[in-house]
């Protein structure tokens, strides 16, 4: 759009405001010795030239036959020959739109914010610009990611493995944890209805919620599995970025891990996590809270267990 308003000369440049309002004070916002035209501000004012050179490899702008709008869109078209010959067209393109946008920004900052123009600032302005652009038109390796397991499996002997899951409604949200063991056997199926929230953060309450279970069973090597990715990859890369609503959470659940022997968070697909999932949409429909053992475990619910771990 820039561009386009430089090329069909409707820029609001002091020039241009000249001719169709009554301005006091037409001269350049940089040198003060010249109208500030699109030529004269982009191209042939002192600071501008200075500030090509500096930013896209040393050229120089006076050698540029640039007296028209229009003269502009031509040259960033066909930009001349620069002493780095290995340098892709599309390349210099965009260096060059970038420069004219970071010198209008800053004519900008300087007219209506009294800006002196920090002519470093606008250097990593445009270059690092040119980096993330460059990195989008990279193409990207494909890495093929295994298909994830599509049946819950026990954990090792000695471990009890922990599934989690959350279900909510527009007025509530229920969480669900059930603990098994080696052989697939279901040691404790809780249930509890919390406040209306988000689903991410109703799964990383279930997670929380997990640990603290874990810890009060005194239970020494845990894996907790459940279906929220992002809760579990933010859990696992605490240094990455994540959703800073369920910051909380999570790092309350890392302070728990350190009770375990052995603990650790693994992301699976919804078939893996089928149990809790029907737990906690028990739990909502009924809006009850529960703890359920082996022996009184409702018959729907063993059959749900039984189904995912018929061994």
């Known amino acids: 759009m820039l561009l386009w308003r430089i090329g069909v000369n409707v ?35 002192p600071a501008s030239r200075s500030f090509w050179f500096a930013v896209c490899w040393g050229i120089k702008t006076e050698d540029l036959a640039i007296s028209l709008p229009e003269d502009i869109i031509k040259v960033c078209l066909n930009p001349p020959n620069f002493p780095c010959e290995d340098i892709e067209k599309g390349q210099v393109l965009l260096r060059m ?3 004219i946008e970071e010198i209008w920004m800053a004519r900008n900052r300087a007219l209506h914010q009294n800006c002196r123009w920090d002519v470093a600032s606008s250097i990593g302005m445009v270059l690092t610009k040119c980096s993330e ?72 309450e279930a997670l929380l919620w997990a640990a603290k279970l874990a810890k009060v069973e005194r239970w020494t090597k845990v894996l907790f599995e459940g279906d929220a990715k992002i809760c579990f990859d933010a859990i696992n890369s605490l240094n990455q970025s994540y959703p800073w609503c369920i910051r909380t959470q999570l790092l309350n659940t890392v302070t728990l891990s350190d009770c375990f022997l052995s603990c ?13 999932h029907q737990v906690a949409n028990f739990s909502l429909r009924s809006k009850l809270a529960f703890v359920f053992l082996l022996d009184n475990l409702p018959p729907a619910l063993l059959a749900v267990c039984k189904a995912d771990y018929p061994f």
């Not at 440049?13 to 500030?36: G, P, Q, W």
């Not at 990207?140 to 471990?159: D, N, Y």
């Open 97 to 99: 739109v970038f420069t």
């Open 264 to 276: 650790s968070f693994v992301w699976v697909s919804r078939n893996c996590n089928g149990v809790a």
């Open 11 to 45: 820029l609001p440049t002091k020039e241009n405001l000249l001719n169709r309002l009554h301005v006091s004070d037409a001269y350049c916002m940089f040198c003060k010795d010249s109208i500030e035209s699109s030529s004269h501000l982009f191209f042939n004012c």
């Open 133 to 204: 652009f460059s990195t989008i038109l990279t193409p990207r390796t494909e890495h093929v990611t295994p298909s994830p397991i599509q049946a819950w499996s026990p954990p090792p002997e000695g471990c009890i493995k922990i599934n989690i899951d959350a279900a909510t409604s527009a007025t509530q949200a229920a969480i669900a944890v059930v603990a098994r063991d080696y052989r697939g056997v279901p040691l404790k199926v809780w249930a509890r209805l919390i406040k209306n929230t988000n689903p991410l953060q109703a799964e990383t």
